[in-house]
């Protein structure tokens, strides 16, 4: 059945399954948001991969720093530092918005304007598609020879079958990672990749020979040996003068030319012979000097160990006595030290002592102070309690003696009335007495009326002291 043109994403079908770090750089970028915002239609996107990129590197060249970093935090994880990212992976971010059909992508696997359009092509099968379906995409250009740097800066130049190798047989893209591909898959595809070994360019004699002479072979420490470098130079010259040998005679060759060579030669081999013969007496003049040194110390040595086995006894017991000296001013010394190392201590713990007991002292009299004060505030309390109390004894007594005072008044008052009404009474009587005697006077004759007379003036002195009275309780 035909393929459908319709093209199916594998993954998130948000982040295009890149890193984190990648794609949030993608999308702060000015140059996506408004330089790419603009471009709507999939040949303006690849007029631009045309004119803009130059690798496809997933940062610019030198703005982001990897020097130091190991394990999560390195170059290949893509975790805490960033950089600037580069036009390549927004154009490629761009076409994932574009949603490509099968079609689009096949063009962009075909096209023969850029092989950078191509890389982005490939880069987006390999982000976007299942794993399955990669070596279905990447077969036909397994051989591809036609070469780009896929490096910001130059250096790294390859062939788009040595691209695809790398993106089937390795997970790390220079400071990033792919999708990881499942292990039965990924043993599937080394071992189609084993069946298909790389084809490579033939180079031209000649420049297979620039390439052997600049390319010099290391030789480990353990092989090297006199007269290596003549070797080697000899093995150079066999096989240089087997290939121009099987060369065939050019017909621009001339006689003069031939001779130059031949001088050339002579005369590298002139010059090489003298180096050898200066570096050889060179070496070992460098090395007589280093064992006339080792050779006088292991003789003083020697001297040293016989003269002291001559000494005589004496002069050993002097020695001993030294010694002993020695070590007794060491003990001193030690003892010293350690003397005035306790009495540092002792002074130090008699100071804390000191300053404790000054800190005890100062907190005892801060709680006296606050337990007078305390006893003082109880103390004016009390008073106070008491002079309130005896404020209202001394008040309600005054009340009650106000009250009796009062009560004794009113008593008063109702005893001047009760004499008022019976001085009244009397004197009613007596005036009642009076007009009887009167009368009686009329009656009986003068003799009569000279003992009223009498009668009432007794009565009129006793009104006037009754009067007195009363004016004196009032």
């Known amino acids: 059945m035909p393929q459908s043109n319709v093209l199916p994403l594998w993954g998130n079908d948000k982040t295009m399954n890149l890193n984190s770090l990648i794609l949030t750089n993608i999308q702060s970028s000015p140059y996506f948001k408004n330089d790419l915002f603009q471009l709507k239609t999939y040949h303006e996107v690849i007029d631009e991969i045309y004119y803009k990129v130059q690798h496809l590197e997933p940062w610019e060249k030198g703005s982001r720093n990897t020097g130091g970093q190991t394990g999560m935090c390195g170059g290949v994880r893509g975790v805490g530092a960033g950089g600037i990212v580069s036009t390549a992976y927004c154009l490629l971010y761009k076409l994932f918005t574009l949603k490509l059909t099968r079609k689009q992508v096949n063009g962009l696997l075909q096209h023969g304007d850029s092989p950078y359009i191509r890389g982005l092509g490939f880069m987006y099968i390999r982000y976007t598609q299942p794993p399955a379906d990669l070596w279905e995409w990447y077969e036909p250009y397994i051989d591809d020879d036609e070469e780009l740097d896929v490096k910001a800066g130059t250096g790294c130049m390859m062939t788009v079958g040595e691209m695809l190798r790398s993106f089937l047989g390795k997970i790390e893209w220079f400071s990033t990672l792919f999708p990881r591909i499942p292990v039965p898959i990924q043993k599937d595809l080394e071992g189609k990749l084993a069946s298909r070994p790389l084809l490579r360019k033939r180079t031209a004699p000649a420049e297979e020979e620039e390439q052997e002479e600049e390319t010099a072979e290391h030789i480990p420490d353990e092989e090297v040996s006199w007269g290596e470098a003549e070797r080697r130079s000899r093995a150079r010259r066999s096989r240089s003068s087997s290939r121009e040998a099987t060369k065939p005679a050019s017909r621009t060759s001339s006689p003069a030319q031939k001779k130059r060579t031949d001088f050339e030669r002579d005369l590298e081999r002139e ?90 002292e100062s907190d005892k009299r801060r709680s006296r102070s606050r337990e007078r ?55 009613k009587e007596r005036k009642r007495s009076r007009s009887r005697s009167k009368d009686r006077s009329h009656k009986h004759g003068k003799g009569d009326g000279k003992r009223n007379a009498h009668h009432g003036s007794d009565n009129d002195v006793e009104e006037g002291q009754i009067d007195e009275s009363v004016q004196n309780s009032s």
């Open 271 to 360: 010059r090489d012979r003298q180096r050898r013969e200066k570096e050889r007496p060179r070496s070992r003049s460098s090395d007589r000097p280093r064992e006339r040194q080792q050779r006088s110390r292991s003789r003083e040595k020697q001297k040293r160990s016989k003269s002291q086995d001559k000494q005589s006894p004496s002069k050993t017991t002097r020695d001993r006595k030294d010694r002993r000296r020695s070590r007794s001013r060491e003990r001193k010394r030690s003892r010293s030290r350690d003397r005035r190392r306790s009495r540092s201590r002792d002074k130090k713990h008699s100071r804390s002592q000191e300053r404790d007991g000054g800190r005890r």
């Open 373 to 427: 004060k305390h006893r003082s505030g109880s103390r004016d309390k009390d008073r106070k309690e008491r002079s309130g109390s005896k404020d209202h004894k001394e008040r309600s007594s005054s009340k009650h003696k106000d009250g009796h005072r009062d009560i004794s008044r009113k008593e008063a008052k109702k005893q001047r009335k009760d004499r008022e009404s019976k001085d009244r009474e009397r004197h």
